[in-house]
């Protein structure tokens, strides 16, 4: 809800805060390597962000999200967006995460925690370079759907779907960014939906989803 970038880059940083005891909150190895991982990419990409608004604030003289025109600063921020989404040059960390993540944590990492870049990148898509998107998003929407196929467990699956989906949003936003909002919010609930129902099957691999439709038929259906 904020014009001004610093407010923006603020709320962005509690975010991130805020999501790393949700997913450290098991104390598994696995969960703290997660948590730290997700700490340094997101940590990276709201510095890029802060940079790219500084850079902007230099060139222009002013601090208003919408007034985004020095290319260098349209540059950095589409790569700290990216980076903050888990778009494929910057992709590597979503996965991961999301695999060391309990199942109610990865429903927020990849949702709710999706929203505020999604915002951002509404906010500012008229001056982003739309080459460089239109590149970006046609490698996520292709290298999620080829490596989503070659996993066996369920978050990794729904990690490699997120970015696939993210490739499509990005490739939209360029002509009509209100569609792309529809599209994340569809998103959102197709995802809401399959994680509450992994969830309370318990399925965190597939071979477990495989026999789920003995414990709960209707819900297999």
């Known amino acids: 809800s904020s014009n001004h970038w610093v407010m923006a880059w603020t709320g962005l940083e509690i975010n991130t805060l805020a999501v790393l005891p949700l997913i450290s909150k098991s104390h598994h190895p696995r969960a703290i390597e997660a948590a730290t991982k997700y700490f340094l990419v997101q940590a990276t990409a709201s510095t890029l962000v802060l940079f790219s608004s500084m850079t902007n604030a230099l060139y222009t003289g002013q ?50 925690m999706k929203f505020p870049p999604m915002t951002l990148l509404y906010m500012t898509s008229p001056s982003l370079n739309p080459t460089l998107l239109t590149f970006m998003a046609i490698l996520s929407a292709a290298f999620g759907g080829w490596m989503g196929l070659n996993q066996t467990q369920t978050r990794k699956i729904m990690a490699f779907s997120s970015i696939s989906h993210l490739g499509w949003m990005i490739i939209i936003i360029i002509y009509n960014p209100k569609l792309t909002l529809i599209n994340f919010f569809l998103y959102a609930m197709m995802t809401a939906t399959v994680f509450l129902t992994l969830n309370s099957i318990k399925a965190l691999k597939l071979s477990t989803l495989m026999t789920s439709w003995t414990k709960s038929p209707s819900l297999s259906a």
């Not at 600063?73 to 992709?91: D, E, Q, R, Y």
């Not at 979503?94 to 199942?103: A, D, H, I, K, T």
């Open 63 to 112: 601090w208003d999200i919408t007034q985004l025109t020095h290319p260098t600063s349209s540059l950095i921020l589409t790569a700290a967006i990216s980076m903050k989404l888990g778009l494929v040059p910057f992709h590597f960390w979503f996965p991961e995460v999301l695999q060391g993540s309990p199942m109610m944590t990865g429903l927020l990492l990849s949702t709710v």
